[in-house]
């Protein structure tokens, strides 16, 4: 069964230092991934997505994805954090007929 | 665009209590999602409609929760009676088709309390 690893839980970054969350997925075809953010009291808004085509892909708010088929992996990054990017982090693989999996999140904290 | 709307955005209820949640998901959506979201959790996905039809119901724990979308459009999903680990909250969304290729937009969630 398709799954989603993201091994942390919480990640604490400076302002204006770089950003990576880590994504594992489990799943034995071709995956269409997904990267979203929930803001506190908020719903998930979707930030990137990886199809097919060009490894990298870019999203919106700056962040951008890599997918690495042979490390089953899709990292999320960013050059430069912004304290408005506090927010919990969940990495999405869809399966099925477009069912969405979700990974447990990764909670951001952005020190000044 | 409008996007997917919800309603209450809050609810607190006593154990064995019924409640119900309302979505309107974005106009042309055939494709509309519920999903439980615990808290420190993922979302877990819970009932998927094909305009009327239910395509996935399979993590719906049926004994007490219900969900319906008449017309295709607007759905509703029901908790009788409701349990203490029902807390969580209930996020609607849709896409335009049921393709893995869709994009899944989310509204606001419903956020149940159960004391």
């Known amino acids: 069964a398709q799954s989603v690893t993201q091994p942390d839980i919480h990640i604490t970054v400076s302002e204006g230092a770089s950003l990576e969350l880590r994504c594992n997925y489990s799943?034995?075809?071709?995956?269409?991934l997904f990267w979203y953010v929930q803001s506190p009291g908020q719903g998930l808004q979707l930030l990137l997505k990886y199809f097919s085509g060009d490894t990298l892909v870019q999203g919106i708010k700056g962040f951008e994805a890599e997918f690495k088929r042979s490390q089953s992996s899709f990292n999320l990054r960013k050059p430069s954090v912004h304290w408005s990017d506090a927010a919990e982090y969940f990495c999405a693989v869809v399966s099925g007929y477009s069912t969405l999996t979700f990974g447990k999140g990764t909670m951001l904290l952005v020190s000044p | 665009e409008a996007g997917v709307a919800q309603s209450p955005r809050y609810k607190i209820i006593e154990k064995r209590q019924s409640v119900a949640f309302w979505c309107n998901p974005i106009?042309?959506?055939?494709?509309l999602y519920w999903y439980q979201q615990i808290l420190g959790q993922g979302p877990k996905l819970l009932i998927q409609f094909q305009n009327n039809g239910v395509v996935d119901d399979s993590q719906l724990p049926k004994d007490r929760f219900s969900a319906e979308r008449l017309k295709g459009v607007d759905s509703t999903l029901k908790i009788q009676p409701a349990k203490l680990e029902d807390s969580a909250v209930y996020l609607c969304?849709?896409?335009?088709?049921?393709?893995?290729?869709?994009?899944?937009?989310f509204g606001e969630g419903s956020w149940l309390t159960v004391v």
């Open positions: 969304a849709s896409s335009t088709g049921a393709g893995s290729g869709n994009t899944i937009y």
């Open positions: 106009s042309g959506h055939a494709t």
């Open positions: 799943y034995g075809a071709t995956p269409y």
